[in-house]
């Protein structure tokens, strides 16, 4: 749609396009990264916000079941011992305690019938006891002070859950929250309960009653991002704690899926919900993070509410600001493009009009241009396209002087230059090699006879006068050629038969060298062997030493094993003196409980210390138990490794005895390996004689081979075609006899033919006769005379 509008105005169409897309891009990212950041800073906030505050939640409530248990803990100890307990005396320590924590409502313990003293009728109908005459005290706060009454509803499903839900499971629980009248005024309050074990069967109940208030005064100050609010929810879905003072005490709306988000936090997971809110307008954040009270299966959870509206506010107004500078600097960038597609089309233009001035064939037009960018590029390129096409023109001249005054030898510089303009002066080069061509042929070639090479045909694929006269010169060559190949024969059969003994000699040179590497080889290997026997041979004493030991050893350890055995029975002895005191300590410190509590006021502090004695006492019983476990353990695994070490000593014994005789055995194979080598290196020695022996007899023959040469070297000034000439029946066969020779036979061959002697028969090879033996002998030039004997004679039979 655009090929037929200019360049500078597609170029500014173009780039404001990509440049107003990629503005937009940039705003859009920019609006999403900013928002998700904000929401993911307020998340995190929030979070904090919300463990915070569950923790604060959770010390508040854990000061009750910490309470809770450290009375379980004292009721157990004291149904431990064997005295009786005296019921005046713990309602002392319970009141004492509703005094030490004004956040308690109420503390309370409720006993099975029986289980506390065994007195419950003695106590029927009495002051603050029921008809049972069970120990159910309950101190509660009233304006006047502590005040003591009995439990009730303690047998009631539903109503003395606080009671029958440890009972039965026997674990610590967290009563749902719930409303009770104290003094005409209604107070939430929950209910923490401990159940009192003795032999693994629940005796009783202990607890204690504290107010939620507390709860809603904080959520009341706490504001996240000074616009959210916080709340408690606990494990029904009750609201413990509620910026609006009027849902504190109420369920959570069904709208608000409580039970989906309730799984979640049993699970101790964290939710997070996003939703809109009409009376807002806006949208919300709420995060539920889960408080684990104690060890119950019910934790609470905290929430925290944040309307996003007024937490993204600030964020908002950065993005409308940012927004508002894109578009100025949009504004500022299309001005600069314009400017920029002008200042880019100008020199083009300037390029165009002088492109068209050298087609014409101008080649003053020149380009003046200051650019330093791909403008300049262009201009400079220009540039030189010019000065080739001018450098083109004037080597074509050249060319054409060149030839003109009879110069063939001159050709253009095709390297100068690349890719077409490259092909057209190789073209002109080869238009010059046309007519130069067969003039060179014909220098050369009578060049290469008045040096003696008559090898080369001269060529005949030439056209007109040049091919009558190749005619002429190549008949000449031939007939010169014919002469000298007649002399040259005569040189080569002479240099052919001293070629072939040398190859003989040189076979029989080689084998005989290859024997002795072999031999060499043989040699230091059983030298290697030698040494690795011997060193076996010493590793086998060297055992032999550490097996004796080994014995030695096991029986030190038997020894060692027995004498652990009977100092575990003495360490199990002591252990029982300490546990029987652990016993004794237990029952001082609960009587001294007892006493202090007597005491009142006067007793606190020495309370106190007996509560510490007693846990002491109680943790050295029970490490003095393990204690005696473990030395139990050790002594069974101490006779068991008794038992292994008794085995062991006979099968060291036995090992020692084999190693004892490996090592003679050893001895005797490095002593036998020594006698092999000994004779290995007699062996390697008269395979180095006969080897420099072969090395003789090829050197022999490499003489006879430079004399034949002397001969051929007569005649290479002349180089000719080589033409197979036929061989005499006799030379083939002596020829066909060598090849087939086995290295083995034509050694002893050459030993007899050199030695002459009549009573060393020639062993049969390939069906030689005399007649080919006689040849063989004329080739080496031997004149050994009957029954005449050499140096050689001894080493060649020895071989």
Same mark, same amino acid.
């Given at each position: 749609?655009?090929?037929?509008?200019?360049?500078?105005?597609?170029?500014?169409?173009?780039?404001?396009?990509?440049?107003?897309?990629?503005?937009?891009?940039?705003?859009? @990212?920019?609006?999403?990264?900013?928002?998700?950041?904000?929401?993911?800073? !307020?998340?995190?906030?929030?979070?904090?916000?919300?463990?915070?505050?569950?923790?604060?939640?959770?010390?508040?409530?854990?000061?009750? @079941?910490?309470?809770?248990?450290?009375?379980?803990?004292?009721?157990?100890?004291?149904?431990?011992?064997?005295?009786?307990?005296?019921?005046?005396?713990?309602?002392?320590?319970?009141?004492?305690?509703? =005094?030490?924590?004004?956040?308690?409502?109420?503390?309370?313990?409720?006993?099975?019938?029986?289980?506390?003293?065994?007195?419950?009728? =003695?106590?029927?109908?009495? $002051?603050? %006891?029921?008809?049972?005459?069970?120990?159910?005290?309950?101190?509660?706060?009233?304006?006047?002070?502590?005040?003591?009454?009995?439990?009730?509803?303690?047998?009631?499903?539903?109503?003395?859950?606080?009671?029958?839900?440890?009972?039965?499971?026997?674990?610590?629980?967290?009563?749902?929250?719930?409303?009770?009248?104290?003094?005409?005024?209604?107070?939430?309050?929950?209910?923490?309960?401990?159940?009192?074990?003795?032999?693994?069967?629940?005796?009783?109940?202990?607890?204690?009653?504290?107010?939620?208030?507390?709860?809603?005064?904080?959520?009341?100050?706490?504001?996240?991002?000074?616009?959210?609010?916080?709340?408690?929810?606990? %494990?029904?879905? &009750?609201?413990?704690?509620?910026?609006?003072?009027?849902?504190?005490?109420?369920?959570?709306?069904?709208?608000?899926?409580?039970?989906?988000?309730?799984?979640?936090?049993? *699970?101790?997971?964290?939710?997070?919900?996003?939703?809109?809110?009409?009376?807002?307008?806006?949208?919300?954040?709420?995060?539920?993070?889960?408080?684990?009270?104690?060890?119950?299966?019910?934790?609470?959870?905290?929430?925290?509410?944040?309307?996003?509206?007024?937490?993204?506010?600030?964020?908002?107004?950065?993005?409308?600001?940012?927004?508002?500078?894109?578009?100025?600097?949009?504004?500022?960038?299309?001005?600069?493009?314009? @400017?920029?597609?002008?200042?880019?089309?100008?020199?083009?233009?300037?390029?165009?009009?002088?492109?068209?001035?050298?087609?014409?064939?101008?080649?003053?037009?020149?380009?003046?241009?200051?650019?330093?960018?791909?403008?300049?590029?262009?201009?400079?390129?220009?540039?030189?396209?010019?000065?080739?096409?001018?450098?083109?023109?004037?080597?074509?001249?050249?060319?054409?002087?060149?030839?003109?005054?009879?110069?063939?030898?001159?050709?253009?510089? !095709?390297?100068?230059?690349?890719?077409?303009?490259?092909?057209?002066?190789?073209?002109?080069?080869?238009?010059?090699?046309?007519?130069?061509?067969?003039?060179? #042929?014909?220098?050369?070639?009578?060049?290469?006879?008045?040096?003696?090479?008559?090898?080369?045909?001269?060529?005949?694929?030439?056209?007109?006068? @040049?091919?009558?006269?190749?005619?002429?010169?190549?008949?000449?060559?031939?007939?010169?050629?014919?002469?000298?190949?007649?002399?040259?024969?005569?040189?080569?059969?002479?240099?052919?038969?001293?070629?072939?003994?040398?190859?003989?000699?040189?076979?029989?040179? *080689?084998?005989?060298?290859?024997?002795?590497?072999?031999?060499?080889?043989?040699?230091?290997?059983?030298?290697? &062997? !030698?040494?690795?026997?011997? *060193?076996?041979?010493?590793?086998?004493?060297?055992?032999?030493? &550490?097996?004796?030991?080994?014995?030695?050893?096991?029986?030190?350890?038997?020894?060692?094993?027995?004498?652990?055995?009977?100092?575990?029975?003495?360490?199990?002895?002591?252990? /029982?003196?300490?546990?029987?005191?652990?016993?004794?300590?237990?029952?001082?410190?609960?009587?001294?409980?007892?006493?202090?509590?007597?005491?009142?006021?006067?007793?606190?502090?020495?309370? #106190?210390?007996?509560? /510490?004695?007693?846990?002491?006492?109680?943790? +050295?019983?029970?490490?003095?138990?393990?204690?005696?476990?473990?030395?139990?353990?050790?002594?069974?695994?101490?006779?068991?490794?008794?038992?292994?070490?008794?085995?062991?000593?006979?099968?060291?014994?036995?090992?020692?005895?084999?190693?004892?005789?490996?090592?003679? /055995?050893?001895?005797?194979?490095?002593?036998?390996?020594?006698?092999?080598?000994? !004779?290995?290196?007699?062996?390697?020695?008269?395979?180095? %004689?006969?080897?420099? +022996?072969?090395?003789?007899?090829?050197?022999?023959?490499?003489?006879?081979?430079?004399?034949?040469?002397?001969?051929?070297?007569? &005649?290479?000034?002349?180089?000719?075609?080589?033409?197979?000439?036929?061989?005499?029946?006799?030379?083939?066969?002596?020829?066909?006899?060598?090849?087939?020779?086995?290295?083995?036979?034509?050694?002893?061959?050459?030993?007899?033919?050199? /030695?002459?002697?009549?009573?060393? $028969?020639?062993?049969?090879?390939?069906?030689?006769?005399?007649?080919?033996?006689?040849?063989?002998?004329?080739?080496?030039?031997?004149?050994?005379?009957?029954? =005449?004997?050499?140096?050689?004679?001894? =080493?060649?039979?020895?071989?």
């Amino acid at each position: 749609m655009l090929q037929h509008v200019r360049l500078k105005t597609r170029m500014i169409i173009y780039i404001c396009s990509v440049a107003s897309v990629a503005f937009l891009v940039v705003i859009m @990212f920019f609006v999403l990264k900013t928002n998700r950041a904000a929401r993911s800073q !307020a998340t995190r906030e929030a979070h904090e916000i919300a463990y915070r505050y569950g923790n604060v939640v959770k010390l508040e409530i854990e000061v009750a @079941f910490h309470t809770a248990r450290a009375m379980a803990q004292m009721f157990e100890g004291m149904k431990s011992s064997d005295a009786v307990p005296q019921r005046a005396v713990t309602n002392a320590v319970l009141r004492q305690v509703l =005094e030490t924590y004004p956040q308690f409502l109420g503390v309370w313990t409720c006993w099975e019938p029986n289980q506390f003293d065994g007195r419950d009728a =003695e106590f029927a109908g009495t $002051p603050n %006891h029921d008809a049972t005459g069970r120990y159910i005290p309950y101190w509660v706060r009233t304006s006047a002070g502590p005040a003591l009454e009995p439990l009730k509803y303690y047998d009631v499903e539903g109503d003395g859950d606080w009671y029958l839900r440890p009972k039965k499971s026997k674990q610590e629980t967290l009563l749902d929250p719930f409303t009770y009248p104290i003094e005409g005024k209604d107070v939430l309050m929950t209910t923490i309960s401990v159940p009192i074990i003795v032999d693994q069967t629940v005796v009783g109940v202990t607890g204690v009653d504290i107010a939620l208030t507390t709860f809603e005064e904080m959520v009341q100050h706490i504001h996240p991002f000074n616009v959210g609010s916080l709340a408690i929810i606990a %494990h029904n879905g &009750m609201y413990v704690a509620h910026v609006e003072h009027e849902k504190t005490g109420q369920m959570v709306a069904a709208s608000e899926e409580w039970p989906t988000v309730n799984a979640q936090v049993e *699970q101790g997971r964290a939710v997070v919900r996003a939703e809109y809110a009409e009376e807002l307008h806006s949208d919300i954040l709420r995060i539920f993070v889960p408080v684990q009270l104690g060890m119950t299966t019910t934790p609470w959870a905290v929430a925290v509410t944040i309307p996003m509206k007024p937490v993204l506010h600030d964020t908002t107004v950065m993005v409308y600001q940012s927004v508002g500078l894109g578009v100025v600097a949009l504004a500022l960038m299309i001005a600069a493009i314009i @400017f920029i597609a002008r200042s880019v089309t100008q020199p083009l233009q300037q390029i165009i009009c002088a492109s068209q001035e050298l087609a014409r064939g101008n080649f003053a037009q020149e380009i003046v241009t200051v650019h330093h960018d791909e403008i300049g590029d262009l201009a400079h390129t220009y540039q030189e396209m010019k000065d080739t096409i001018r450098a083109v023109l004037t080597e074509t001249e050249m060319l054409i002087t060149a030839v003109q005054e009879g110069q063939l030898i001159t050709r253009g510089h !095709a390297q100068r230059f690349q890719g077409e303009w490259q092909a057209l002066i190789l073209g002109i080069n080869r238009l010059i090699d046309a007519f130069a061509d067969p003039i060179t #042929v014909m220098a050369e070639y009578i060049q290469r006879i008045a040096q003696g090479d008559l090898t080369e045909t001269l060529r005949a694929d030439y056209q007109g006068d @040049f091919k009558a006269m190749m005619q002429q010169v190549q008949a000449m060559a031939t007939k010169l050629t014919e002469v000298v190949r007649h002399v040259k024969t005569a040189a080569q059969d002479v240099a052919q038969r001293s070629r072939e003994m040398n190859v003989v000699a040189e076979q029989m040179s *080689q084998g005989a060298s290859q024997q002795a590497a072999a031999t060499e080889e043989v040699s230091a290997s059983m030298q290697e &062997m !030698a040494a690795n026997i011997h *060193q076996s041979a010493d590793n086998a004493k060297l055992a032999e030493n &550490m097996a004796l030991k080994s014995a030695e050893d096991a029986r030190a350890g038997n020894q060692a094993v027995t004498e652990l055995i009977q100092a575990m029975e003495v360490i199990a002895e002591r252990i /029982s003196i300490v546990q029987e005191i652990a016993s004794q300590t237990n029952m001082l410190s609960l009587n001294a409980t007892i006493e202090a509590s007597r005491a009142q006021e006067y007793g606190k502090g020495f309370s #106190v210390v007996a509560s /510490s004695v007693r846990e002491l006492a109680h943790q +050295t019983r029970t490490a003095a138990d393990e204690i005696r476990a473990l030395v139990h353990s050790s002594v069974v695994l101490s006779a068991q490794a008794g038992e292994v070490l008794q085995r062991l000593v006979p099968n060291s014994e036995k090992t020692a005895e084999l190693v004892q005789e490996i090592s003679v /055995s050893s001895q005797e194979q490095s002593r036998g390996v020594e006698q092999v080598n000994l !004779a290995v290196q007699q062996l390697d020695s008269v395979t180095q %004689h006969t080897a420099a +022996t072969a090395e003789e007899v090829a050197s022999t023959a490499e003489s006879l081979t430079l004399q034949a040469d002397a001969l051929q070297q007569a &005649m290479a000034f002349f180089t000719v075609k080589e033409i197979q000439a036929p061989s005499s029946p006799k030379e083939d066969e002596l020829l066909r006899l060598l090849h087939g020779i086995e290295k083995e036979r034509l050694v002893a061959l050459l030993a007899s033919l050199f /030695s002459n002697k009549a009573a060393s $028969p020639i062993p049969p090879v390939a069906n030689i006769n005399s007649e080919g033996v006689e040849h063989l002998q004329r080739l080496l030039r031997i004149e050994h005379k009957e029954g =005449e004997a050499d140096a050689l004679d001894e =080493e060649f039979e020895r071989y």
